[in-house]
């Protein structure tokens, strides 16, 4: 995508954000905004050569338009490899709405987000990300059939990817320790919301010994009574004595601060955007001996499910698809390991050949 200004006194180029979004080739983007139902919202198409872009739509309080950009951007291209690399017929593509979650929703503010992604024709399909609920797509859904993850059909996509998640953390263990048993591992769940408390429940079941933490403390406290696993506070997390971390909240917690404390020998959750300066800290992750699992091949468990309810599969198909990502992992780290090139780098570079083969006829 080439990025112009209309105005020549006005570089947009020299912008980081501007010029990221050159960089990272993004087919479409589309700034939405409605004074009525105070919508503000970004969508972005970053590829569309396997299939329609699909990817959620994030409900976040964000500090501006630009970290908002900078977010949309990231996870759209984030899509496009997730779907790639688990051989979706699918393109990539992100939503957000930039507002309170707990505060902002209304049924006028959905309904017009949802005539902007009609306005797409369907290159852009959307579902539920963080701070969106199946209710609020059912909303989307009366101005676009352009939606995925409604009540009664595919549904809540986080159990399929909390267990896809689970093969990958095996994965992982497997290449680092010699076996994928995870009993007594020690692993610290980071953020206990959809997604991580079904991986909870997982690795309890396996008998791991099981950390959690989340900014809502009553959550915490739920998880701990229900599963019979530790609370952590906030300040404790990255110094934890453990085998594996699993980060399930929001991005961007692999970075030079919490790197100089991490200790576990795996980094392996479904946050998206894990690593805070992709190339740097992926590099910090293989330079500290610590394996990592690139959150887009190792989260995929939810758009599979979407791509079920797309095509019309089953649960079971979707769950059958999301246990591969054992293998898919598997790949990716052992051939990082010999290799000595940072995991998510190997990962793209999967993603990309499958890409450039086009799609499957
Ligand atoms: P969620 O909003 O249900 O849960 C996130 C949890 O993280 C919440 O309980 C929140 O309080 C907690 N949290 C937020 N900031 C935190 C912090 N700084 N420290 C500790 N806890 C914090 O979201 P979710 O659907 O469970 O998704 C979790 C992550 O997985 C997100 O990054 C999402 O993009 C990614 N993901 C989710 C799916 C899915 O199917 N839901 C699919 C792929 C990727």
New binding site residues.
Partial sequence: MSVQSMNPHFELSSDPVISQMSSMDHDQILFCSDNETGLKAIIAIHDTTLGPALG?T?MWSYKNELEALNDVLR?SRGMTFKNAISDLALGGGKAVIIGDSKTMKSEALFRRFGRFVNSLAGNYITA????ISPSDMVWVNKETDHVVGLPGKSG???P??AFGTYMGIKACAKIRYGTDSLEGRKVLV???????EYLVEHLRKEGAEVFV????VD?VSRIVKTYGVKGVE?DA?YGLDMDIYAP????G?INDSTLSELKCGIVAG????QLGIEDQHGQALLDKGILYAPDFAI?????I?CFSEVEGLSSEWAMGKSEEIYNTIYNIVSRSEKERIPSHIIAMKMAKEKINKGPKK
Avoid: K
């Avoid at 980071?190 to 991580?196: F, K």
């Avoid at 933490?213 to 809502?216: A, C, K, V």
């Avoid at 989260?299 to 758009?303: E, F, I, L, P």
């Fill in positions: 959620g994030r996870l539920e990300d963080v701070g809540d996509p986080s399929v990817t980071e953020g206990v919301g959809h997604v991580g933490t989340d900014i809502h959550t906030l997390v399930c909240a929001l991005g917690t479904a946050a998206n955007n989260n995929a468990g939810g758009v499910n």
